[in-house]
């Protein structure tokens, strides 16, 4: 199986502040395609995860600017430009390249 | 909107069976893969498997393998995840999530509210 390794594991952040979290992976994720197979979630306090960003680096619908991802191959970066208190919650990568698709332990962002 | 509700809040005995529903709206029901995912407390969340449209590529998790069964009824937009002899370790909330599917990749873009189950004696 993929191992998926986020840094750090919590995150305080200021409100108005940048963030980043970063993902690794135990083997690339760029398929012979040319696409990597790669997404970020959100799980807010008491609701379900939702889509950020899919393949790598395309925000989902809905999705504020302020959230960007990059990365390729086996590192993976999520970058919030501007916190803000409702950005609060879990957020976790998940490779989508084999099956079993599998997340990282998630990195709990709060508000300080 | 696409929406997919799930069924109730479910408590177990070791050695049971569960059974969780997950009801689409909004969206063509046949046109999309569904996942489930589970997190149990204190944990990361866990793919356990997925089902096509037609029923006809069902892949479950190897962890899982003899114990889940996915199903979906068509006519009535619901797909279903059974899971056998429960113990402890299965208490959890259990997601359906909607497969986007996009450029090849499966990208879970909607997803249902979640159902705990609760595995007690």
């Known amino acids: 199986d993929i191992v998926m390794t986020q840094s750090p594991l919590s995150l305080p952040v200021t409100p108005g502040e940048p963030a980043s979290i970063s993902c690794r992976s135990s083997?690339?994720?760029?398929?012979?395609?040319?696409?990597?197979?790669f997404n970020w979630f959100l799980q807010k306090p008491g609701q379900s995860p939702q889509l950020l960003i899919y393949?790598?680096?395309n925000r989902a619908s809905g999705v504020s600017d302020r959230f960007s991802g990059s990365g390729s191959g086996t590192e993976f970066t999520l970058k919030i430009s501007r916190v803000e208190a409702a950005d609060v919650g879990v957020y976790y990568c998940?490779?989508?390249?084999?099956?079993?698709?599998?997340f990282g332990q998630g990195t709990k962002l709060e508000i300080k | 909107q696409a929406q997919l509700v799930q069924s109730g809040t479910e408590v177990k005995k070791p050695g049971a069976s569960v059974k969780v529903s997950c009801k689409a709206s909004?969206?063509?029901?046949?046109?999309?893969?569904l996942h489930w995912v589970r997190h149990a407390p204190g944990q990361g969340l866990e793919w356990m498997g997925h089902?096509?449209?037609?029923?006809?590529?069902?892949r479950y998790a190897q962890k899982f393998q003899g114990r889940v069964t996915m199903t979906r009824d068509t006519s009535i937009s619901t797909a279903y995840m059974e899971l056998s002899r429960l113990t402890s370790d299965d208490t959890a909330v259990y997601y359906c999530?909607?497969?986007?599917?996009?450029?090849?990749?499966?990208?879970?873009?909607?997803w249902g509210q979640g159902t705990e189950v609760t595995v007690s004696s």
């Open positions: 999530a909607r497969d986007l599917y996009i450029k090849g990749e499966n990208v879970f873009d909607i």
């Open positions: 089902i096509n449209g037609n029923s006809d590529d069902i």
């Open positions: 909004g969206y063509t029901f046949s046109a999309h893969y």
């Open positions: 083997q690339s994720l760029l398929r012979g395609n040319g696409y990597t197979y």
């Open positions: 998940m490779q989508a390249l084999q099956r079993p698709y599998t």
């Open positions: 393949l790598g680096s």
